[in-house]
């Protein structure tokens, strides 16, 4: 929540004619698992994309679809969700139960005509800097692909620009 | 439906009233209008024909729930037993409120009505689209059923099936045009019976207040969905009343009924049954006893779309 409204004043990132699209891309990462595998790929100063945006949670557990949704609402171009492997979870459970919820959101994202894409998950531990890298660039690549999110924007501003 | 099934309903009702001492009788009249008949005249009004159209699990969790309580003794209130006529729908949406341990069996007297259809008023003496092809006619949990069962069809999935198919751009087409006509009243959630919260998160002003609550606890709650009315305000309401319903949603298709919009909102929650049973094979309100899918542990699910 914080993360995002903090982003909301600084608007879209600007395009201009022949630029590459730069998506921005909110990344939720759990504390025990990908956050320090985050800190990893940069301490082997792995190069990865600077599009996202780390939102440091306790556990995956914590991501209801509503952080999701409201990301996207609140102008994310795409959502990475990030947690243990199953079985690794530091609260045994969290990222099981996590797993079963954003599954399902997001077939009903893609079942109302938003780009399922946009909602990314994977699975990252503390020793996979370099899966957390290549998670990354694939993430951007796909969001960067599909264009900047306006299917959660009031029509008159996704027509008329900001 | 027959006569004969409004006789048995008076009957039954009337003897657990007198038997079990209950508080009331929620039913419908024959107009079909929700009833509490809580004295033998008012049962004799009790009814069931095709106009009964309304879910009256809602009515019977409220009843209930309004009784609990502490006494001065810190003890817990006695809750006198309230009975209830339901559907085959209802009844699904009741079994799911006593697995959830929101209402307790002793507490529920339920007269079942198996039932072949309901009308709706607003298609001019039409059955209802949740009623032309039904998979759950006949009630499953009950005291004591008024007529005969009846012949239940196969789930139909036909309308989400035909949506599943379309590309991206016809299903965004299509939605933007639905959530558009969102007036988000939220009716579809105040009927739902298994929307029992006291709060919503999903309706900012819907707040539990209590003698306590402070100025500052209303003021600083989260806003997760803004009171604006556009279409993706609408989009993330919708879309996130659906992970409440998962594994919940017996698709009654009471949210469409109050729909004053006429909204197809059962296409999002039969979509949403469709992928629970298809991707983890459970079926809501299936038995007696069951645990909600979501608290169970799930280590065996696919990891699908996972990086």
């Known amino acids: 929540m914080s993360a995002t409204h903090a982003e909301k004043g600084t608007g879209e990132i600007p395009c201009a004619e022949g630029e590459q699209f730069e998506p921005k891309i909110v990344a939720f990462l759990c504390n025990w698992c990908s956050y320090a595998g985050a800190d990893l790929a940069g301490v082997s100063r792995l190069q990865y994309p600077t599009n996202i945006r780390i939102v440091r949670v306790m556990c995956s557990g914590r991501i209801s679809p509503m952080l999701v949704l409201r990301a996207l609402k609140d102008g994310a171009d795409g959502v990475l969700v990030s947690g243990c492997h199953p079985g690794d979870c530091h609260y045994l459970k969290g990222n099981l139960y996590t797993r079963r919820n954003l599954q399902l959101l997001r077939s009903m994202i893609e079942y109302m005509g938003i780009e399922p894409d946009r909602f990314q998950m994977s699975w990252v531990s503390a020793s996979e800097g370099g899966k957390f890298a290549d998670v990354v660039k694939t993430t951007v690549e796909k969001v960067r692909k599909l264009g900047p999110n306006t299917k959660f924007k009031v029509k008159e501003e996704r027509e008329g620009g900001e | ?307």
Not at chain 2, 113 to 140: E, H, T, W, Y
Not at chain 2, 237 to 266: K, N, S, T
């Open chain 2, 1 to 307: 439906m027959s006569d004969l099934s409004d006789e048995r309903i008076r009957e039954e009702a009337k003897k657990a009233l007198r038997e079990k001492g209950l508080k009331c009788v929620i039913g419908w009249s024959a107009e079909g209008t929700p009833t509490f008949a809580s004295t033998e005249e008012e049962i004799d009004r009790l009814s069931f024909n095709r106009s009964c159209v309304n879910n009256l699990v809602p009515y019977l969790t409220y009843e209930i729930r309004s009784q609990r309580g502490k006494t001065r003794d810190g003890k817990d209130k006695v809750v006198v037993p309230v009975g209830v006529v339901v559907r085959g729908c209802d009844s699904k949406a009741l079994l799911l409120l006593l697995n959830e341990k929101i209402l307790a069996r002793n507490e529920v007297f339920i007269i079942g009505v198996p039932c072949s259809g309901v009308v709706d008023p607003r298609a001019g003496g039409a059955l209802f689209r949740k009623c032309v092809k039904c998979a759950m006619r006949n009630p499953v949990v009950f005291d004591v059923l008024a007529s005969e069962t009846v012949q239940e069809d196969e789930k139909d999935y036909s309308e989400v099936e035909a949506i599943e198919r379309m590309s991206q751009e016809e299903r965004w087409a299509l939605w933007e045009e639905i959530l558009g006509d969102c007036i988000r009243c939220h009716a579809c959630k105040r009927s739902c019976p298994v929307c029992y919260c006291d709060e919503c998160l999903l309706d900012p002003t819907d707040v539990a207040i209590k003698p306590d609550t402070t100025a500052e606890e209303k003021a600083h709650r989260p806003l997760w969905v803004e009171r604006s009315v556009n279409v993706p305000e609408n989009l993330v309401y919708h879309l996130a009343r659906l992970p409440h319903l998962v594994g919940r949603c017996v698709d009654c298709g009471e949210c469409e009924r109050v729909c004053p919009r006429r909204l197809p909102l059962r296409l999002l929650t039969t979509k949403l049954e469709k992928d629970v049973k298809e991707i983890f094979d459970y079926e809501a309100a299936k038995e007696e006893g069951q645990k909600p899918l979501i608290a169970m542990s799930c280590m065996e699910d696919e990891n699908g779309f996972i990086m």
